[in-house]
């Protein structure tokens, strides 16, 4: 089996009658998803809180009830992907373009498991650009004030056109290399007018679900 699909599953595991579950995005989590829509028509309830408009399709296409974020107070758990992780469970988010719903479910989360196989793992985060979340309105100064902070930032680029989240803003990718002092480096990021939100997600997971050299399922708690 493939591995996205054996932790995405296994996460599943942790969710319980009756709570309110987030509901991550990419492709590990859709596998979760999957899952989740298996269980419910199995006959478990609960209400999922979707983290993106590919996430809420999928969802819906698997018939798990929804409820509006504005509804709700507190989240019993979420399942969601990442990027890259270190050891201490520091992840980046935000591959998919997803990041900001992505941080707002998992700031309201009280359960917080991140599924990501072994490809991910990194001693000090960096390997990946972190996506940063910017208004399309002076983009371009957004990208110029990340550039002080020691990255090179790429606009991500759809059909040759700027991406565009779901909530209208663009991203910027801002690769560097070897983030010593994440937590630092967030604050700094989102110090800058014009920046939405940064794929810097720093302890927040609860748990965090891998693989091993083996394909064999690893737990970092
Ligand atoms: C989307 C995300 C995803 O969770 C992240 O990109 C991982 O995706 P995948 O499971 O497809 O590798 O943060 O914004």
């Given at each position: 089996?493939?591995p996205?699909?054996?932790i ?54 698997e ?11 507190r ?19 935000g ?16 359960y ?9 793992s ?37 059909n ?62």
């Amino acid at each position: 089996m493939n591995p996205k699909q054996i932790i995405g599953e296994k996460a599943t595991g942790y969710i319980k009658n009756g709570m309110t579950v987030g509901l991550g995005s990419g492709s590990t989590a859709c596998w979760a998803i999957k899952k989740i829509g298996q269980l419910v028509r199995e006959g478990l309830i609960i209400k999922g809180v979707p983290t993106s408009k590919n996430t809420e399709k999928l969802a819906l296409e698997e018939g798990i009830p929804l409820v509006n974020i504005a509804e709700v107070d507190r989240i019993d758990l979420t399942i969601d992907g990442a990027d890259e992780f270190d050891p201490a469970k520091n992840v980046i988010k935000g591959g998919g373009g997803a990041l900001l719903r992505e941080k707002i479910v998992a700031s309201l989360t009280d359960y917080y498991i991140i599924i990501a196989d072994s490809s991910k793992s990194s001693e000090i985060l960096g390997n990946y650009p972190v996506p940063v979340e910017v208004t399309p309105f002076a983009w371009e100064v957004s990208r110029r004030q990340l550039e002080k902070l020691g990255c090179k930032a790429t606009i991500r680029e759809e059909n040759d056109k700027a991406f565009v989240t779901d909530n209208q803003n663009y991203i910027l990718d801002c690769r560097f290399v070897r983030i010593e002092k994440p937590e630092q480096l967030a604050v700094e990021i989102n110090r800058i007018p014009g920046v939405v939100e940064n794929g810097l997600f720093l302890n927040m997971a609860d748990m965090l679900i891998t693989t091993d050299e083996k394909g064999e399922v690893l737990i970092l708690e």
